[in-house]
């Protein structure tokens, strides 16, 4: 990486917030102005919005199949 006009250079650090250690190191990190901070999500997110997108129209497709079974014992 170059530095910029001022000599400084980026610096990326990655906490992992599941381990003590990093949770302690993170309360005390101090976070100056114009800092960018990322926030990862965990990649159980991802599961859980494609199940979601997948599971609406199969819950429509089964409220229909139940309301047309319901429709034909009523009939009988």
């Known amino acids: 990486m170059r530095p910029d006009k001022y000599g400084r ?3 990326v650090y990655r ?3 599941s381990r003590p250690d990093s ?6 990190f101090s976070v100056n102005n114009r800092d960018i901070i990322y926030i990862s999500r965990h990649p159980t997110a ?3 919005k494609f199940l979601g997108i997948i599971g609406k129209p199969l819950q429509v497709a089964n409220t229909g199949v139940t309301a ?9």
């Open 9 to 11: 250079v980026p610096l």
């Open 46 to 48: 991802d599961i859980s």
């Open 68 to 76: 047309a079974h319901r429709a034909a014992d009523m009939g009988n």
């Open 23 to 28: 949770l302690l190191a993170g309360q005390t």
């Open 15 to 17: 906490f992992d917030m």
